[in-house]
């Protein structure tokens, strides 16, 4: 018997992750292949299965689970896309991205911020986006217009990691996401909002289908190559001199992009799936 499991994570309740669930599920029904949905929980090495879509971001669970089984995506791969500034690290040199500079661990909440990181930082210009390295739908991402707001921000975030990035303009409050499975980009999607600088749907993103242009597939199919992703989300951004890769979201929610883009993401990545382990 064919078998796959589906690991979410042990507390999410977002209507997304439901929705892609219940279609991966439905997507291998014709294939043959049982699916078990398992939040993810401390028994994990009694899990059984052919292979584990994994669609937490626990490293810890998905390093535990491939022991036993394929993980879809790869740990190492969620791991890398968890952290945004691993990202860059991961594909500078490989697809233009806006310049970037990362935080200063610190222990000491106390002492006062880096004279040396603020000057880096200085030189990228205002506004300047600060992010935490570990965030999602837009809700960790924060524009600094001057220096006293960057100080400020640098102040509060010092204990967490994140990064400094230059802000494009050219793309304020628009950016494109595009889905690349098994290597292959399968459609973009243009989020535009008017009200913020982040065009996250959740944060009022306006979304609608846009076809998919040579420049941005090389792009994105050379992102999931590269960091050895079976299924992502990419987000770019269009730069004065072409489009930037903004950050990579292993595991994206994926309900308004089928919805806009009219595609089959959930038929896709079960196919994928299938011709990998079969
Ligand atoms: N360097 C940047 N310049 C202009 N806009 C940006 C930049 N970085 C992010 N944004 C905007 O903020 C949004 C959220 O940033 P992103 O890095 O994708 O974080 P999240 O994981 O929260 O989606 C992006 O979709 C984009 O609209
Ligand atoms: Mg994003």
């Not at 892609?20 to 899990?47: D, S, W």
């Not at 802000?167 to 989020?191: Q, T």
């Not at 749907?201 to 289908?209: N, P, S």
């Amino acid at each position: 018997m064919k078998q796959g499991v589906i690991l979410i994570n042990a507390y999410s309740n977002h209507p997304g992750e439901m929705h892609r669930v219940k279609r991966l599920k439905e997507a291998f029904l014709p294939l043959g292949v049982t699916i078990t949905v398992i939040p993810n929980g401390p028994n994990l090495r009694e899990i059984e299965g052919d292979f584990c879509i994994f669609l937490d971001k626990d490293r810890y669970a998905a390093q535990t689970l491939e022991k036993k089984m394929r993980l879809f995506d790869r740990a190492e791969a969620i791991e890398v896309c968890d952290d945004k500034y691993l990202t860059y690290l991961s594909l500078e040199g490989v697809v233009p991205m806006p310049k970037t500079v990362p935080s200063l661990l610190c222990y000491t909440p106390d002492s006062p911020l880096s004279e040396e990181l603020l000057d880096s930082v200085k030189k990228l210009g205002f506004p300047v986006v600060v992010k935490e390295s570990f965030g999602s739908l837009g809700r960790q991402v924060y524009l600094a217009k001057d220096e006293g707001e960057l100080v400020s921000l640098s102040r509060e975030l010092r204990l967490k990691p994140h990064l400094y990035q230059e802000f494009i303009r050219e793309s304020a409050g628009r950016d494109l996401r595009v889905i690349v499975v098994g290597g292959k980009a399968i459609a973009a999607m243009e989020r535009s909002s008017k009200s913020d600088f982040r065009s996250n749907a959740e944060l009022g993103g306006v979304c609608r289908a846009y076809p998919l242009g040579e420049e941005e597939r090389k792009l994105c199919e050379k992102t999931a190559e590269h960091l050895k992703l079976d299924y992502c989300g990419i987000d770019l951004l269009w730069g004065r001199e072409g489009m930037l890769l903004c950050e990579v979201n292993s595991n994206a929610f994926f309900q308004k992009f089928e919805e806009v883009t009219k595609t089959d993401v959930a038929g896709e990545y079960a196919r994928h799936i299938y011709k990998e382990m079969y």
